[in-house]
């Protein structure tokens, strides 16, 4: 091809893909798209194949710990505040007063009727037992006289347990992220079977069917 006609062409590609990036800024300019709250379509994901298993960061994770602030956690004690209070020698209200409960044994403060369920929990308040309890209180101690839905949030959470920590007079140590290694160790990897490879795919991963594959 002669340089002139090369010329041409690339010009051509150029003048193309201007149009494009002049189209979409225009476009962009006179439609103004925001993404719908609940998508159009639900996704079906493909209910054979390999099960992969998620793998849990143990408690309490890196986000957990950095939620834990006091100052939103005496926000979501609000929640709290109609049957609690935290003040050190604080009244008993329709729950126990919470000065230093965050490392305390279960139902011991002084002068409150707890449920048998708490009293023979054996639970004592560490970080994972509080967040547990705080996130559906019915679920983690059946039979607690706690009435409350729960809070959803684990930032919340970790929040007002933060706030019930530093409202002490002697808080615990603030909690250490739990070690986690996701990676596999040696003894679990094994040797890669060919044949059981092509048993786990999903069907869409599954080569297109040949005559002998059919046969086999
Ligand atoms: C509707 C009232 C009510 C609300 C709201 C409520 N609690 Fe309670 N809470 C109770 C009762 C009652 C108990 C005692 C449960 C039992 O004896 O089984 C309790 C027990 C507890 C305990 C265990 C105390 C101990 O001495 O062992 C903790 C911790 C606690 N609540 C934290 C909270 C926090 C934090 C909130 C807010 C996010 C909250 N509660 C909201 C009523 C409530």
Known sequence: M??????????????????????????????????PDVPAYALELPTEGPVVEEVKAPFPQA???????????ARVFKKCVSC??????????TGPNLYGVVGAPA???????YSN??????????YASLDGFLER??????????????????EDRAAVIEYLRTGAANPIPRPEVAAF????????????????VIEEMTAQDAPIETPEMVEQ
């Open 2 to 35: 002669d340089e002139l006609g090369f010329n041409k062409i690339a010009g051509a590609i150029l003048a193309t893909a201007l149009g494009f990036m002049l189209l979409k800024e225009v476009s962009h300019s006179i439609v103004h798209s925001e993404a």
């Open 63 to 73: 986000e957990w710990v950095a939620a834990m602030d006091a100052d939103r956690g």
């Open 84 to 93: 609690h209070n935290n003040e050190a020698g604080g009244a008993n209200g």
């Open 107 to 113: 139902a011991v403060h002084d002068g409150f009727a």
């Open 117 to 126: 369920a708490l009293k023979t929990s054996g639970k004592t308040w560490t």
């Open 137 to 154: 209180p019915g679920r983690y101690i059946s039979g607690t006289n706690m009435n409350f839905i729960g809070l959803k949030k684990p």
């Open 181 to 196: 290694d996701p990676a596999p160790t040696e003894e679990v990897v094994v040797e890669a079977d060919p044949g059981a």
